[in-house]
């Protein structure tokens, strides 16, 4: 068995699917970027079995993890996981071959990741998701160039030592990313232990 476990996305999952059954559309594809364990994308297709699911990670343990956790939910809305790097910029090109996607989910990613790997996601975001589609993003940020928390600002400099390139993002910044790429903040969600739920949507018109 390769099945990994994951406390937080025990803990997080029941609040923020309350903050997707807000947002997803009816029916229709969701991407989820970044999946992990497959906790989350397990849970979520139970909760919203009117969707298909398609989880993705780049790392092979991952995704063998993933494909056990599914096979063992016995569910049949959720497609196999794909290897996906949010930093690749060929990701959104290699899926939209494949399928038509109606919203992305993406949890606890981007300050475990290099900066590129989250302006990748809003660029493969803005190149995939149809006008109106919403990108989710759920973490803890930093607003207006500061912590909200102290366990925050220690988390972000475990991180940092870990990795110089991976930290707790500003919201302020990412926001003005997805902008740029034609996104615009539908709300964002204050969720427990200090994190956020960061709800996008795509206006392809606004797209520079
Ligand atoms: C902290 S885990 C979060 C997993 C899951 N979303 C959760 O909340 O339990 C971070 C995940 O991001 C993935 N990841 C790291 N860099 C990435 C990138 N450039 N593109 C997509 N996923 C990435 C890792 O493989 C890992 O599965």
């Not at 096979?71 to 494949?98: I, K, M, R, T, Y």
């Not at 990412?174 to 427990?192: I, N, S, W, Y």
Request: proline share 8%; with cysteine; glycine share 6%.
């Amino acid at each position: 068995m390769n099945k990994q476990h994951s406390p937080a996305a025990l803990r997080n999952r029941t609040p923020i699917a309350q903050v997707l059954e807000g947002i997803l559309p009816e029916s229709g594809t969701v991407l989820e970027v970044a999946s992990g364990s497959g906790e989350h994308v397990t849970h979520f297709a139970r909760h919203f079995p009117q969707l298909t699911w398609l989880p993705s990670d780049p790392s092979a343990e991952a995704r063998s993890s993933i494909t056990d956790h599914l096979q063992e939910s016995g569910l049949s809305n959720c497609l196999p996981p794909v290897a996906l790097d949010a930093s690749d910029p060929q990701w959104p090109a290699s899926l939209l071959q494949e399928t038509e996607l109606h919203a992305i989910v993406c949890i606890n990613m981007i300050h475990i990741a290099p900066w590129k790997a989250c302006l990748g996601l809003l660029e493969g975001a803005a190149d995939l998701l149809p006008e109106e589609a919403p990108l989710y993003l759920y973490g803890p940020y930093q607003r207006a160039g500061k912590h909200t928390s102290e366990s925050n600002a220690a988390f972000d400099a475990q991180l940092q030592q870990r990795n110089p390139e991976w930290g707790v993002r500003n919201l302020e910044t990412v926001c003005e990313e997805a902008q740029d790429r034609g996104f615009r903040l539908e709300k964002t969600v204050e969720m427990p232990a200090n994190n956020l739920s960061v709800v996008f949507r795509h206006s392809a018109a606004a797209r520079r």
